[in-house]
């Protein structure tokens, strides 16, 4: 499976709405943001808190493009909570972080546009 950065990428093949359901999107807020160095691209190691029932998940984000690591304390971002978890350099990332391409294809993150409790899920 391969996913386009690019801003006009052709749209993907038809899918079933179960198989969507099967994909578990929340909204976590992030409570800490790391330099990452090791990573082969720039990128951050973060801490994202999806609440009491899923906690508290790691990950790394090639964003630093666009967003300081002290603006992304406290900031609500969505992620894919049920993927398996995936080795990232020394990182053993939990979840992946969302986002879209902005016209340099950098990473602008996917969030809602007001504050919901950490855990929800997208529907």
Do not use: C, W
């Amino acid at each position: 499976m391969h996913f386009s950065h690019e801003p006009n990428a052709p749209a993907a093949e038809e899918t079933s709405f179960d198989q969507f359901l099967k994909v578990d999107i929340r909204i976590g807020t992030v409570v800490a943001a790391h330099e990452f160095p090791e990573a082969r691209k720039p990128a951050y190691r973060l801490e994202i808190d999806f609440g009491p029932t899923i906690g508290v998940k790691k990950t790394s984000a090639q964003i630093t493009a666009n967003y300081s690591r002290d603006e992304l304390v406290g900031r609500q971002v969505a992620a894919v909570v049920n993927f398996p978890p995936r080795q990232i350099g020394p990182v053993m990332s939990e979840v992946l972080t969302l986002g879209f391409a902005d016209e340099a294809g950098e990473v602008v993150l996917f969030a809602p546009d007001r504050q919901v409790p950490d855990g929800s899920r997208l529907f």
